[in-house]
């Protein structure tokens, strides 16, 4: 019996895998300015943690040195120094994120991330879809990076695209826990199948 002939660059004709509604991880929810503001936050913390931490270390230190009672500072008080050092603070922190946030902010709005926008997220056992307004997206979850938080889970598919799934998302009969237990499990199963 000859078995026949298989063209690798044709699609196969038959069926090769389909995924039935158990094996597919289905979210829903609606964005609100605050989930975005609060991923924002968290993100920021991953893409600029390493120059944040510098920072609030130079103003920590500097805190100190404005506590001692040094000729320089003889005659400004104590409670104004620490008042001019707050405010130093606030101005490094915006000028080290400023930049970034706009950034951010744009490749957001460019991906339909906005107030009010209905999000739908898919994932099955070796990728991840989402759509949001209409527009739909998709991409290996090997490549997807998350981030764990209390509110829900940062997905990441991008440099500066992100977005929160809430704790309060619709999660097709799903608890939050069950939800986020196989989740990590297929990340990381993905992971190793593209490791190897």
Request: hydrophobic share 50%; charged share 20%; net charge positive.
């Amino acid at each position: 019996m000859a078995s026949a002939v298989v063209n690798p660059y044709q699609p196969p004709t038959e069926q090769t895998a389909s995924f039935s509604k158990g094996d597919t991880l289905r979210a829903r929810f609606e964005l609100t300015n605050r989930m975005l503001r609060f991923a924002e936050s968290k993100y920021l913390l991953t893409r600029r943690g390493g120059r944040l931490t510098i920072a609030s270390l130079i103003i920590v230190a500097l805190s100190v040195v404005a506590c001692f009672p040094w000729d320089l500072l003889q005659g400004i008080p104590i409670m104004a120094r620490q008042i001019a050092l707050m405010l130093i603070a606030t101005i490094v922190y915006l000028s080290l994120i400023w930049q970034t946030r706009i950034t951010i902010r744009s490749r957001l709005e460019e991906h339909g991330f906005i107030h009010g926008a209905l999000m739908e997220v898919a994932i099955t056992t070796d990728r991840v879809a989402w759509a949001v307004e209409g527009r739909g997206f998709t991409m290996p979850l090997s490549e997807m990076g998350f981030m764990w938080t209390d509110r829900g889970f940062l997905m990441m598919p991008a440099l500066d695209v992100f977005f929160l799934v809430p704790r309060r998302a619709e999660l097709e009969g799903l608890s939050y826990r069950k939800f986020v237990k196989i989740l990590k499990t297929r990340k990381r199963d993905a992971d190793n199948v593209a490791q190897s």
